[in-house]
Nanobody
């Protein structure tokens, strides 16, 4: 079955950095667009960054200039480098895969907590 396993979350001070990782299995990773979403307490889940199978990236306005999404197809892993973190970045961050032309489903990881606080 499809599994997306996030890691790298934690507590960081404002201005700090974190790198999230998402290891995928059960899918042909290289053909899937991958994305990071986040959901703060009492808020809707929102797209943070997305990378297509070809490597094209898009970012939420709140992430532009601070976050970088990348992928390693050899290791079936997608990353989110987060710099200059702010308290408003506090949320559970979710890895997402799909859909593709052959598979309309979207897959989700279990989430990893990121807390930005002094």
């Amino acid at each position: 079955q499809v599994q997306l396993v996030e890691s790298g979350g934690g507590l960081v001070q404002p201005g700090g950095s974190l790198r999230l990782s998402c290891a995928a299995s059960g899918i042909i990773f290289r053909i899937y667009a991958m994305a990071w979403y986040r959901q703060g307490t009492g808020k809707q889940r929102e797209l943070v960054a997305r990378i297509t199978s070809g490597g094209t990236t898009t970012y939420a306005d709140s992430a532009k200039g601070r976050f970088t999404i990348s992928r390693d197809n050899a290791n079936n892993t997608v990353y989110l480098q987060m710099n200059s973190l702010k308290p408003e970045d506090t949320a559970v961050y979710y890895c997402n895969a799909g859909p593709t032309g052959l598979d309309p489903r979207m897959y989700w990881g279990q989430g990893t907590q990121v807390t930005v606080s002094s």
